[in-house]
């Protein structure tokens, strides 16, 4: 070939780099205007939805100060109503406890809510009253009892924390964070930046009175995240003691993906709270609660099971698209999965837009 020949293809050559630059770029630029993805979070009263967005939080850099000193009030918070109703159950069950001591306890709860009224904090001789009282054989028999009137799993944690959080200078850690229990009204969206996309995730009420609103999100969205708490299987509903918790949760993802709505969005389903429902199974029958569940009383026979039962209700057109974890909400292991979460929606989304 000539020197003239040469030179012509170094010019096409040049040529086809500069359009594959080009095509790049646009595409760069059409996918970077595709990352931003929204998620949705739904699933029964206290199932674990909020502790996922504070993942994700603790995933994007964590909280501000004025916002640790938020959380320090809602631990404070949570002592005193917790305090609250541990005491309000010996007292109404006639449980051992002698006048002089539920006397004194009343007082203490008393310090609490004016703590968290005044914003300040507990000082020493509270919190070692507050030792004294989560100790004592009553209280520790009402703690055993808790699912039976709805106090939640992390106070036993709190309450174990006392000398941390009694401190002036205590730093609410993300560990305290997760395990703070605000049940949420109306709707909470957080927009973060994670792995390179703009994520807004909207966090939804989840009791009953609350649903409602979910529905104004059901069109828009990426991706939804249905969390379930399988501990649940034994447990009522706060809302309604005649329901079990995990029959409303079923119930609930049947209507949810019926087929009408979430048509395009990807389908995620946690079943959360798998640390307590391992330990769960090894003294409460499944079968008892559930009495079609044939296997052995095992958390790996349970799970299998309420894994079968989500998915048989569902519109055969999302059983194919369903992506289904057993997570931990609370253990920050449960970032990776979010992280895989995170994945598969932005391929599911580029698939859906032919880009990949
Ligand atoms: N042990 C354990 N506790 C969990 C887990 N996930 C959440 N929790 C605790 O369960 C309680 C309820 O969690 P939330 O995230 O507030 O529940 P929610 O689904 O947002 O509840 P609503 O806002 O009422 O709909 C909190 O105290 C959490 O710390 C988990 O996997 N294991
Ligand atoms: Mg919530």
């Given amino acids: 070939m000539g020197a003239c020949g040469s030179v012509m293809q170094d010019e096409a050559l040049k040529e086809q780099a500069r359009i594959h630059r080009q095509i790049?770029?646009?595409?760069e630029k059409k996918k970077s205007a595709l990352l931003e993805q929204s998620v949705l979070l739904i699933g029964p009263g206290e199932s674990g939805k909020s502790t996922v967005?504070?993942?994700?939080?603790?995933?994007?850099?964590?909280?501000?100060?004025?916002?640790?000193?938020e959380k320090k009030l809602l631990i404070l918070r949570n002592l005193w109503t917790f305090s609250d109703m541990l005491l309000e159950y010996v007292i109404k069950n006639y449980l051992d406890m002698n006048e002089t001591d539920k006397k004194k306890y009343k007082v203490m709860i008393e310090e609490l809510k004016f703590c968290v009224m005044s914003g300040g904090h507990m000082g020493d001789e509270l919190a070692e009253t507050v030792k004294v009282f989560w100790l004592c054989a009553p209280i520790q028999e009402a703690y055993e009892k808790r699912n039976t009137y709805h106090l939640t799993e992390s106070a036993g944690y709190f309450f174990e924390n006392i000398d941390r959080i009694k401190m002036p200078d205590f730093q609410p850690t993300n560990q305290d964070i997760v395990r703070i229990r605000v049940p949420t009204t109306g709707v909470v969206t957080a927009d973060v930046i994670l792995k390179n996309i703009k994520l807004s995730v909207i966090d939804c009420g989840g009791q009953r009175q609350e649903r409602r609103k979910w529905y104004h999100y059901f069109d828009d969205v990426h991706a939804v995240l249905f969390v379930a708490a399988i501990s649940e299987y034994d447990q009522k509903l706060v809302e309604d003691e005649s329901v079990n918790r995990m029959d409303e949760a079923l119930n609930l993802y049947h209507i949810v993906f019926n087929g009408k709505y979430f048509t395009k969005a990807a389908c995620i389903l946690f079943l959360n709270k798998i640390d307590l429902f391992r330990e769960k199974v090894k003294s409460v029958s499944i079968k008892k609660f559930h009495p079609g569940f044939e296997g052995a009383n095992t958390a790996e026979d349970g799970a299998k099971y309420f894994r079968r039962k989500f998915r048989d209700g569902m519109h055969p057109d999302f059983k194919k698209r369903l992506y289904c974890h057993e997570t931990c909400a609370i253990s920050d292991q449960v970032q990776i999965i979010i992280n895989t979460v995170i994945d598969t929606v932005v391929q599911e989304n580029l698939k859906d837009t032919g880009m990949i």
Avoid: F, N
């Avoid at 790049?24 to 595409?27: A, G, H, R, T």
């Fill in 53 to 69: 967005l504070k993942q994700i939080r603790a995933m994007c850099g964590g909280y501000t100060k004025h916002e640790l000193e």
């Fill in 24 to 27: 790049e770029k646009s595409l």
